[in-house]
């Protein structure tokens, strides 16, 4: 084959939080004062040198340039054109800057709130959500930025720098309305020209710009600003190569195609006809196939890859990139850093580093031909029959089990209304019930003793004495405060997807899949590799204590099966829905026990539920069909006496009211703190059936709340809720906070609550 139809590889981004979560460490240390910021600085550069080492080794031609942040890239993007609210003062583009957008900063006494922050996509890492005003003008500061450029470049002169697009920075900020940040766009741009005017200087060619809003349904206003303000970025000797990930684009491909730009990066996991991409594009332009799943951390079929790849390759030749389909910081850094996980496992995961290998093979299949890397192939394709054939991939019981889910909807045996009366009969709760959301702190002592037992240095009974403990304190303080309904406190549990994962079969634990969730929080999903299924009760003990120890109810406490799906890194060969059917006829079984136990109230969290929305409309029935039939089906056994509690919370509803009142929970608890009642509209408007719990208070600060402050929260709810439906209760779980936040705080509420049982009574 000639040279000019040899293919590039890129990379669109990396993870930025080193091995073993350097950075992290790090900036934590930082923020401490124990550390000075060239120390910081020091590690971030390593972490840096490191990833340009493994570009080097999987000779990536066009490593990814200037996209490592020390906190979050929308937050970057929005020093770097000076767009940062006017409570901050005057900021430049610093590291310290960016840390006071991410974490508030304390000033003349007073607390100034830090951006708020939002899911980026449907994904799990959260963003800095920018403020824009109408009257800031835009102002490149580009010094910090043109700084890790030229570290880029000096290691490699082909590094193609990286820039959130302007549209999808303008589309994502709030601040202003609609028109109001389209307005921006043309001063937005004129920067941005002014930036790859430096860029070229420097002798950049090609310009990686992001403009992932193309993968959503995009209002018309937004997609005919793409073209003017392309236009604005054209600069002589800049290449720009458009990306967009997280979905298909075939909806804006004529768009995508016509703009000035160089070339077109498309996410191939969710693009089906790559030829008809190829064929739209005019044949100066390059088209980008992001190939490998930048969020997956399985290994790749290679074999099954190349089937897609070849035709494209035979179309498009050199004119041919290839990508993962979306920045790697999605997936965690390394799998060989894996030691303790089944060979059977271990061989087939794909961390970013993997990923580069296998980039670099893909190119080498279609440059040198298929027979060029056909032992790697044959290795891939070894490893995946292993696993498919582990003891454990797939159980006939299983499968067995979910096939009896009725396609039909799922309902418990009596409406609401006829439940709410049997429950309240049993239960005879005041009015304003009180409650919290599961969790109370988790102390030094708890986690040291989890520690403890899971290093066998302490045994079993040790154990179950200390959680024992912690558990009648937890009640006892409950019953002094006067709760309503009570709850264990979650002492035992780590995390709350993980403490049933470990106890569930089809689960795997990694040691090293970190990934960044926001600023130096990163999380470690398990991983979901077999058919999910329960071998025995998960919580039935601790609830059993806890319910001996007091009259009122105590809560059963379970994670659904939505949220323990979305919360984990899921396999790759069976559809989601079928996983979470798995994992709700698991639950179903927990459930029954717990009521066989005499738990009377199980609350069922599913805080991920909005989370796995797809980012297209026509995809949102299928989904919300699966998620909700999930849901009932893990509680539909319960006798109408029996309450069941839900609890999401960050969720926007409005689009999704129908749906959550499908679920048919009889009490959901929400977080309503932040948006001072206002998310409680969609249940207003909606007529929401059955009982809420807004939350009256946000556990996410550490301010005490008085009742002076709570009453009128409750009296502004009663404004939407009708009174006999409505509970009351913190945000969230209380697990971050300390004992010391938490008594005075849930004294106000109680006393709030019997303030209003006394005026309506
Ligand atoms: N029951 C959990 C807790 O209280 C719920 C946590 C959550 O909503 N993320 O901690
Ligand atoms: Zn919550």
């Known amino acids: ?38 120390a910081l600085e020091h590690t971030a550069s390593q972490i840096r040198s490191q990833y340009r080492n493994d570009y080097a080794a999987a000779h990536i031609d066009r490593p990814a340039a200037g996209e490592f942040s020390f906190y979050d890239h929308m937050a970057d993007t929005a020093l770097l054109f000076g767009q940062t609210p006017e ?48 009257d800031q003008p835009v102002r490149l500061d580009a010094e910090r930025y043109l700084a890790l450029v030229d570290e880029a470049l000096a290691a490699n002169p082909h590094a193609k720098p990286v820039l959130v697009g302007p549209l999808t920075f303008l589309y994502l900020s709030r601040g202003l309305d609609e028109a109001g940040r389209l307005a921006k766009a043309d001063e937005l741009a004129a920067a941005y020209h002014q930036l790859l005017s430096l860029l070229r200087d420097r002798g950049v060619t090609w310009v ?50 016509q703009l000035p730009v160089d070339g077109l990066h498309i996410d191939a996991t969710a693009t089906a006809d790559l030829i008809a991409v190829a064929d739209r594009l005019p044949d100066y332009k390059v088209l980008s196939v992001g190939i490998i799943d930048g969020r997956s951390i399985w290994r790749a079929n290679l074999a099954t890859l190349l089937d897609r790849l070849e035709p494209v390759h035979a179309r498009l030749g050199n004119r041919l990139w290839l990508a993962p389909s979306c920045s790697l910081l999605h997936v965690p850094v390394d799998a060989a850093l894996e030691t303790r996980l089944p060979t059977v496992i271990r061989d087939n995961l794909s961390y970013a580093r993997q990923k580069l290998s296998e980039l670099a093979l893909l190119a080498r299949g279609l440059n040198e031909g298929r027979s060029s890397i056909a032992a790697e192939i044959a290795a891939a394709t070894a490893a995946r029959a292993a696993l498919d054939a582990a003891p454990g991939r797939h159980s006939a019981a299983v499968a067995a089990a979910v096939a009896n889910i009725p396609h039909a909807e799922v309902q418990r045996s009596a409406p609401f209304a006829e439940r709410a009366k049997a429950q309240q009969e049993r239960f005879q709760l005041p009015a304003f019930p009180t409650t919290t959301i599961g969790s ?71 040691q090293e899949g970190w990934v960044q969730s926001y600023g ?66 698991a639950l179903r079984h927990e459930v029954n026990d717990l009521i066989a136990a005499g738990i009377g109230m199980i609350q069922v969290d599913e805080p991920a539920f909005r989370e796995g929305l797809p980012l297209r409309k026509k995809d949102w029935a299928r989904y919300l069909d699966w998620a909700v039939r999930a849901f009932k089906w893990s509680v539909k056994d319960a006798p109408i006496d029996v309450q069941i509690h839900t609890h999401m919370c960050y969720s926007e509803f409005n689009d999704i009211i129908e749906s959550i009142a499908a679920l048919d929970a009889d009490v959901i608890t929400i977080e309503t703190t932040r948006s001072n009642m206002e998310l409680l509209n969609a249940f207003a408007d909606f007529a929401y059936p059955n009982a809420i719990g807004p939350g009256i ?65």
């Open 208 to 257: 990686q710009i992001d403009e992932p809003i193309l993968a959503l349904d995009l209002p018309s206003a937004w997609l005919s600003a793409f073209e003017p303000t392309y236009h604005r970025l054209k600069v002589p000797g800049i290449r720009l190569l458009l990306t967009t990930y997280f979905g298909d684009i075939n909806g804006n491909v004529s768009l995508a195609a």
């Open 697 to 761: 208070y946000d556990i996410h600060a550490p301010q005490i709340p008085s009742s002076t402050e709570i009453t009128p929260r409750v009296r502004l709810a009663m404004e939407k809720i009708p009174a006999e439906r409505l509970w009351i209760n913190p945000d969230c779980g209380l697990k971050t906070r300390t004992w010391a936040e938490v008594i005075p705080s849930l004294e106000a509420m109680v006393s709030s609550a019997r303030e209003l049982r006394k005026a309506s009574a």
């Open 440 to 510: 109370f702190p988790q102390t030094q002592e708890i986690r040291a003793a989890r520690k403890a037992f899971k290093n066998a240095e302490i045994s079993p009974a040790e154990y179950e004495a200390a959680m024992q403990a912690e558990i009648r304190h937890v009640i006892e303080v409950q019953e002094r405060i006067g709760l309503d309904a009570l709850v264990h406190g979650e002492a035992e549990r780590n995390d709350m997807v993980e403490y049933f994962g470990e106890q569930l079969d089809g689960f795997a634990f990694t």
């Open 1 to 38: 084959m000639s040279s000019s139809s040899f293919v590039t590889t890129h990379v669109l981004g990396f993870p930025r939080i080193g091995e073993r979560r350097a950075l992290k460490w790090a900036q934590e240390r930082y923020w401490r004062g124990e550390i000075p910021r060239s």
């Open 87 to 134: 409570r901050f003062g005057a900021l430049s583009n610093t590291i310290d800057a960016l840390f006071i957008l991410g974490r508030g900063q304390h000033s003349n006494g007073q607390n100034i709130a830090p951006l708020a922050m939002k899911k980026w996509f449907n994904s799990n890492y959260h963003y800095l959500v920018p403020e824009l005003a109408a």
């Open 520 to 585: 130096s929080r990163c999380v470690k999903p398990p991983i979901i590799w077999g058919d999910v299924s329960r071998s025995q009760p998960m919580t039935v003990a601790w609830s059993r204590f806890a319910q001996s120890l007091s009259n009122k109810p105590v809560k059963g406490m379970l994670t659904g099966p939505v949220t323990i799906l979305f919360w984990s890194f899921v396999r790759d060969d069976v559809p989601r829905e079928t996983i979470c059917y798995q994992i709700a006829e």
